[in-house]
């Protein structure tokens, strides 16, 4: 891929650069750290990676971090994994994401929507208040620091109260949104062994209602450490017997009690995919987690107390926690509970004018879906108020930055971002006083030394290379659940370079400092010893009309040969004759190169993902090389496990 963008499709004009809290920030590092007064972001990002102490510490000044006993340095040891960062601090995140409610007790802290599309506020007093009653309540039925509590909940205010409260009595989070079938939560619930359930008895999604008190039944049978069930009346059923009531267990009016704990004490187990065994439960620290994301969204997002933040998320990914954060910076969170197109396409931008969002975060394949439908948001929604338009989850193709630039505002900050549920965070993203240029991201974020490596460990500039993080980040794992040895966490990360983190992307640094995301490493396509990334030839051939979405596979065959099919789901009214072979085929080699033109093209009924909306290529893989279903993948992490089939029988046939 070419990295000669010479005009950036957007940059900030100079009074929205002086005012961004990032610019604040390294005026003010400047005069107490050693940070350079000079050099804009680029000096700021060299600095805080060569000085990570100085850096992490004036992160935590600056954000005025509670610590309620001092710690003795910065970083201990340094060693990836393992890590120790802060040691001898005790602190409390609900405590932190909880301290605008002293100055702004009558404020949205919450803005909840649905489906009607209709805002429903929760003041920072009341989440405060809801959050101090419950902690005591969980106190009372025994919950002690270290308990895990696990919610089966959608994007709903409820959801936060629970994860503040468990943070609160400095127990461990962790959540599945409700469409996941029993398997997937007990594939993930059963690792942590919980001991409170906090689940609905159903979600309203796409104008439906989804009853899951049987899927609830199955939970409590199956996890024998839960002490208590707390139902939310969502579709105002009854309570089950043996369950608690939430309107109960939050009647009090009881201050909130903050657990002082360690730095690196769990504050929530996040799931990998698992799409080929069971998922990595990751746990992540109560310090790590506050002092990344304090850094990411108070400079990178820059988010602050006027701002209101939406994120199309659910609570089974790490968006979600990563949206709950934005109460760390006083800032009022948006969430949203409900299909990404009700009752049309253009339902996320609904909810942004509704709720007077500011930072507007959403997928990828969201933006390009929206272009597809000839969605025009700047024409039919007030969208003023939105400064940066945000998406993750796959790369954001050159034309959805267009898309973007064109149908929302010319002056719309586009921060397409990249990171992963490993750290529940982004290396590479978003700048709010950097251009931005067409199908790049704008650099890689503050104290995350992330360079492009070959396959023989050395850097590389303007060259595709793997994601590699050289030096520890606050939020990396503190470990894996059931991993004593820490062999599977090491396994994850650090196998192919020693004591480097190498996440599994292809990306491009630029020598102008952007960030170019390929996909992912260990499905990357590799023909004729030429590297090249799945996500380039998604955004070649989706941009043609008939193709709704498309999946590439390359594989190594046992005489030395490459086979490298590409499979199309089709638009509706579609049909894959010779003529569309041929658009598809002329349009990679001219917007790619003759190497990436696919050996054949197969329609096929639809593209299978995670639970999360991310294509399987890797089990797709391994399927089509022979491998039974069982081992190519985990059923229980696969949105619509009927689409494997027809790869299982493709196998079959090619054998």
């Avoid at 620091?145 to 127990?171: F, K, M």
């Avoid at 409900?338 to 396409?345: A, K």
């Avoid at 990396?476 to 990360?493: A, K």
């Avoid at 490493?521 to 010893?529: A, E, V, Y």
């Amino acid at each position: 891929m070419s990295t000669a963008n010479p005009q950036p499709l957007w940059q900030p004009d100079p009074e929205r650069t002086a005012e961004a809290r990032i610019t604040t920030f390294q005026t003010w590092a400047a005069a107490r750290h050693g940070a350079p007064a000079d050099g804009g972001y680029a000096a700021l990002h060299r600095w805080s990676v060569d000085h990570l102490d100085r850096f992490w510490k004036a992160v935590t000044d600056f954000f005025d971090v509670r610590f309620s006993t001092p710690y003795t340095r910065v970083l201990g040891d340094r060693a990836m994994p393992g890590a120790q960062w802060f040691p001898g601090a005790t602190l409390n995140y609900a405590e932190h994401a909880l301290r605008a409610a002293a100055e702004r007790a009558d404020r949205p802290a919450l803005v909840h929507v649905d489906e009607t599309h209709e805002p429903r506020p929760v003041t920072w007093a009341e989440l405060r208040r809801q959050v101090g009653s419950l902690a005591a309540e969980l106190r009372a039925l025994g919950v002690r620091p270290g308990d895990r509590i696990s919610g089966y909940l959608p994007n709903i205010p409820q959801a936060v109260v629970a994860l503040l409260a468990t943070a609160a009595v400095g127990a461990v989070w962790t959540s599945c949104a409700p469409d996941f079938g029993a398997r997937s939560v007990l594939d993930r619930f059963q690792q942590v062994e919980p001991v409170v359930l906090f689940t609905v008895d159903g979600y309203r999604y796409g104008g439906k209602e989804h009853d899951r008190r049987e899927t609830v039944a199955e939970l409590r049978r199956e996890l024998p450490t839960l002490r208590a069930v707390v139902h939310i009346p969502l579709l105002g059923t009854e309570a089950p017997d043996g369950t608690l009531e939430w309107s109960a267990l939050t009647a009090g009016d009881t201050e909130p009690v903050f657990e002082q704990v360690p730095f690196d004490h769990p504050l929530w187990v996040l799931y990998s995919s698992g799409t080929t065994g069971l998922p990595k439960a990751i746990v992540q620290s109560q310090g790590g987690i506050l002092v990344e994301h304090l850094k990411q969204l108070g400079l990178h997002c820059d988010l602050g107390p006027e701002d209101r933040f939406f994120w199309y998320t659910s609570t089974g990914w790490m968006m979600w926690n990563f949206l709950v954060s934005g109460l760390l910076t006083g800032t009022t969170i948006i969430l949203y509970d409900g299909s990404p197109g009700f009752p049309d396409t253009g339902a996320q931008w609904k909810v942004a004018e509704r709720t007077g969002a500011t930072l507007y975060g959403t997928s990828a394949a969201y933006v390009m879906a929206c272009r597809k439908a000839g969605v025009h948001p700047a024409r039919d929604y007030d969208l003023s108020r939105v400064k940066c338009v945000a998406t993750t989850g796959s790369p954001l193709p050159p034309d959805g930055f267009r898309w973007l630039h064109d149908e929302v505002r010319d002056d719309l900050w586009i921060a397409s971002v990249s990171g992963g549920t490993d750290v529940c965070s982004c290396f590479a993203g978003a700048v709010p006083t950097l251009p931005v240029y067409t199908g790049e991201l704008q650099a890689p974020g503050l104290g995350t030394d992330l360079q492009a490596w070959d396959p023989s460990g050395r850097p590389v500039v303007d060259e595709v290379g793997e994601l590699v993080v050289t030096q520890p980040m606050p939020s990396m794992p503190v470990r894996f659940w059931n991993d004593p040895d820490g062999s599977r966490y090491h396994d994850s990360y650090f196998d192919t370079y020693p004591g480097v983190w190498r996440h599994g992307d292809w990306i491009t640094l630029t020598s102008r400092g952007t960030v170019i995301i390929h996909g992912r490493s260990d499905s990357t396509l590799n023909r004729q010893g030429v590297r090249m990334g799945s996500a380039d030839i998604y955004e070649v051939v989706e941009r043609l009309p008939e193709i709704k979405e498309s999946l590439v596979i390359g594989i190594e065959q046992p005489d030395g040969g490459y086979w490298m099919p590409l499979f199309v789901h089709l638009a509706p009214g579609a049909a894959l004759d010779g003529a569309l072979v041929d658009r598809i085929k002329r349009a990679i080699r001219e917007h790619l190169s003759p190497r990436h033109i696919p050996d054949e093209i197969i329609e096929v009924p639809g593209v299978p993902h995670t639970l999360t909306g991310k294509r399987i290529e890797v089990p797709v893989k391994r399927l089509l090389q022979g491998t039974p279903l069982e081992k190519a993948v985990n059923p229980g992490s696969i949105d619509d496990l009927a689409l494997l089939a027809f790869y299982e029988e493709l196998a079959r046939k090619r054998a």
